[in-house]
């Protein structure tokens, strides 16, 4: 978001970063997501409160605390959701949230390595590569399910999700293709983006009902940041706020 609001120019924005910058190289192997997995150093490491549907112990949730968020320590896989669910949101009032109005989106967003056609685009900032290694037992697992009758599918973001094959990943020649690394790095000489990492925002700052900005912790330091236009959350579904993206008034710069 930070990288498609700059790009007209003139719009002043600061994206807020609670984690480090990508730099640990485990980021960018893509096998690198069994370290990144546990490490405190890019993941939030929450875990869940106990309870007795999870037989009373709590549950490890992994989330990237890092540029990137979770994008940078996930598991690659590129699949996006049922065209049906889609259609559902649609009909449930949703305008514009039907697979026929976000496809444009994903085709857009896509750089997909077989080129485009119906479903997919080229030349996007998402790299999504072919799976390259072909395992012989994943060879024997697909080759007996479709002895079993499930269709093979060898384009599981295409016409359509049911069936057995292959998924793409979000990688570019092999490395981790991250939203930092997609939409970050090619805006990062922007003069109107700036990209705060080790700010943890504690509150939104709100005037009336209006969020003017909001106050984020840099070590031992309480920074307040305003917003004249807009503030922006995207601290994914289990932490909130995360992401402020402002016209900048009055950060300090260091
Ligand atoms: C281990 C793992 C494997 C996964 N595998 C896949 C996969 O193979 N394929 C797939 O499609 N999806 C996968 N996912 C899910 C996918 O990565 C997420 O759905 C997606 O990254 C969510 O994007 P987001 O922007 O909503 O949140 P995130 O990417 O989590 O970004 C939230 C960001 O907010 C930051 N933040 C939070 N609180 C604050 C605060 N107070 N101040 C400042 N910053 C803050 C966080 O540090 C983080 O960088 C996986 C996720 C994990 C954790």
């Not at 999870?54 to 605390?65: E, L, N, T």
Request: with cysteine.
């Amino acid at each position: 978001m930070a990288a498609r609001l700059s790009e007209d120019g003139h719009s002043k924005v600061t994206l807020l970063e609670a984690g480090k910058r990508d730099t640990n190289p485990w980021i960018h192997i893509p096998i690198g997501y069994g370290k990144t997995i546990v490490n405190p150093d890019v993941n939030w490491r929450f875990e869940t409160e106990k309870g007795p549907e999870i037989a009373d112990r709590p549950m490890y949730w992994a989330r990237g605390r890092v540029l990137g968020g979770s994008s940078s320590i996930n598991g690659l896989l590129y699949i996006r959701g049922q065209a049906a669910d889609y259609d559902q949101w649609r009909q449930m009032g949703n305008t514009g949230w039907s697979y026929e109005d976000v496809l444009p989106y994903f085709r857009k967003a896509e750089d997909q390595e077989n080129g485009s056609d119906t479903y997919h685009g080229s030349g996007g900032p998402l790299r999504v590569s072919n799976l390259v290694e072909r395992n012989p037992l994943c060879e024997a697992f697909i080759a007996s399910g479709v002895a079993a009758g499930i269709p093979r599918n060898d384009d599981f973001n295409g016409a359509g999700q049911e069936g057995i094959g292959y998924y793409q990943l979000t990688t570019r020649k092999a490395r981790r293709c991250s939203a930092a690394v997609a939409y970050l790095r090619p805006a990062r000489a922007r003069p109107n983006l700036r990209v705060e990492t080790e700010a943890v925002v504690e509150r939104i700052l709100f005037d009336g009902k209006r969020a003017i900005g909001c106050e984020f912790r840099r070590g031992g330091r309480l920074i307040r940041i305003r917003a004249s236009r807009e503030v922006i959350l995207c601290a994914y579904s289990i932490k909130s706020p995360i992401c402020c993206f402002c016209q900048v008034s009055d950060l300090p710069r260091n």
